[in-house]
Every structure is written in structure tokens, then in C-alpha cells.
């Protein structure tokens, strides 16, 4: 009833999240090289044979920069929504890769893979749950906003990795021009530290036994006033902030006795 979870790589140079049982695991994103994916699962005791799947949440860079030559070498199935895929950045995908629908599970073996959608500056950006028996991983990046989509299915995560990307004070007053502060925070961008916490605070469900902290900004952020602000409020949930350099460790999700839904009915986008 277990999963396993680790991310590879979280941040602006490259996102890379491994979940899987025993028999088999799925790659969320795949914004590392290959090598260096294949190098950092050998650290873990993980292996890239495993991986049955990958699916992409948006076609940037820095979500999809290792996807070619990892098809290429391991001939691993991808999924990617029909509009990410006729985005420029993946058109070569087209007929290498398969299409998910939101809210559709997909089964890989085990597994369960559920698509919702979210807010951010892409073509069809999408967050995912996955599941195997009564244990649910969520993965939640690259979102401008918390919207119902994200609440909803984050109450049901025995695990999740939430983006917390920015401090307010430290974009407002660093270097970067108007145009991308703007963006960042305009609602189609990046979840703030704030954001995240009121999320974690508000909505955490009571059996969240492991909350990674992702997609930290380089520039606009710090690891350890991330750390505190989660640590402070955690209770039982142990708070893991995912480095943009190196692998997190293995973590192993187990389900308790409350049993979690995936919310499946329909939402606006709003």
C-alpha cells in the first residue's frame, strides 16, 4: 500500500519528481539530463527500469529539457495533454507520445495517474495525482494561484510536492526588471511562500505525513526561511524543502486508516 517519492530536481534549472510501488514508478517531468537522472535514481537504489512512464505538466524548458534523449534510450511511454503537445517546444512528440484528458485516470500497471488543471503561463499546464491502493502522491508546481482544483485534491495527499517559489519581500525589492516580477506573481506565474503556507495551514489533511517543498527561486527565496515557516506550523507532517542541485532522499507513503478520494467531478478554472 506503500509509494515511493523522491524528487531528482526541483527549480528553474530543471524538475524531475520519481513515485512508484513496488513493480512499478512514473516520472513527473523530466527537466534534467538523462544522465543525470539515470545517475541520481543509482544514488537513490532506484532504477530507471522502473519508470513505465512520464508525464509532462507543461511544455517550458525547464520541465521537459531531458524528455528527447530519455525516450530515445529507454523507450519510456509519455503522456502529455493535447494542446502541450502541439506547442512548439513538443511537436516532435506528436507521434511518440500519448494524450491524457483532465480528471481521466490513467492506469500505468498499479498505478493511478489523475491530471487536474491548474493556473500558469503554458499551453495546458496540468498538476497530478498518483495513487496506488488507498495512497495518494500529489504533485502541485507552476501555479499562479490556489484555486478549488488545487484544494480539492490536495486534502486527499497522504504526501505532496507544493511549490513554494517566492518570498514577497525578496522579489519586491530584488533585481529582477518589473516585467518579470509581474509575472511571476500575476496569477499565471508562481505560488509564493505565503500562498503555500496559508494552503498547508488551511487545508492540510490530518493524515499528510510528508509535505517537499518545491521549485524554490534561486534569487527570490531561501531554503531556510522556507524550512521555518513550514516547521513552525508542520505538527506530524515532516517538511522537506527539494533542492534545485541534488536528489532529495527516498521517501516511503504510507496510507493510514483515513482513506482518501480523488475528487473527480468537474471544476471551472477560475
Not at 502529455?80 to 494524450?99: C, G, P
Not at 493556473?119 to 502522491?137: E, G, K, R, Y
Request: charged share 15%.
Amino acid at each position: 500500500m506503500s509509494l515511493t517519492l523522491a524528487s531528482l530536481n526541483s527549480g528553474s534549472n530543471g524538475n524531475c519528481y520519481y513515485v512508484g510501488n513496488a513493480n512499478e514508478a512514473v516520472l513527473i517531468d523530466a527537466g534534467i539530463s538523462c544522465r543525470e537522472t539515470e545517475r541520481r535514481l543509482k544514488r537513490l537504489g532506484l532504477s530507471i527500469e522502473q519508470v513505465k512512464a512520464i508525464f509532462i505538466t507543461h511544455e517550458h524548458n525547464d520541465h521537459i529539457s531531458g524528455l528527447h534523449k530519455l525516450i530515445k534510450r529507454h523507450n519510456i511511454p509519455v503522456y502529455v495533454s493535447l494542446a502541450t503537445r502541439q506547442s512548439l517546444s513538443l511537436e516532435w512528440s506528436m507521434k511518440l507520445s500519448h494524450s491524457f484528458t483532465t480528471y481521466q485516470p490513467v492506469a500505468i500497471g498499479g498505478l493511478t495517474i489523475t491530471s487536474l488543471p491548474k493556473h500558469h503561463d503554458a499551453a495546458d499546464p496540468h498538476s497530478f495525482l498518483i495513487t496506488h491502493q488507498n495512497t495518494t502522491v500529489g504533485v502541485f508546481t507552476d501555479m499562479g494561484r490556489v484555486c478549488q482544483h488545487l484544494v480539492n485534491n490536495f486534502k486527499q495527499c497522504h504526501a505532496a510536492i507544493l511549490e513554494s517559489n517566492y518570498d514577497e519581500v525578496m522579489l519586491e525589492t530584488g533585481g529582477y526588471p518589473q516585467h518579470l516580477k509581474n509575472r511571476i506573481r500575476g496569477g499565471s506565474g508562481h505560488l509564493s511562500n505565503k500562498q503555500a503556507l496559508q494552503l498547508f495551514m488551511e487545508h492540510r489533511p490530518a493524515f499528510m505525513s510528508h509535505l517537499l517543498l518545491g521549485h524554490l527561486s534561486h534569487h527570490n527565496n531561501n531554503p531556510a526561511l522556507v524550512a521555518n515557516m513550514f516547521n513552525a506550523v508542520a505538527g506530524s507532517t515532516k517538511i522537506v524543502i527539494a533542492s534545485r542541485y541534488r536528489e532529495t532522499e527516498v521517501f516511503q507513503i504510507n496510507a493510514v486508516s483515513t482513506k482518501p478520494r480523488v475528487v473527480a467531478e468537474q471544476l471551472q478554472l477560475f
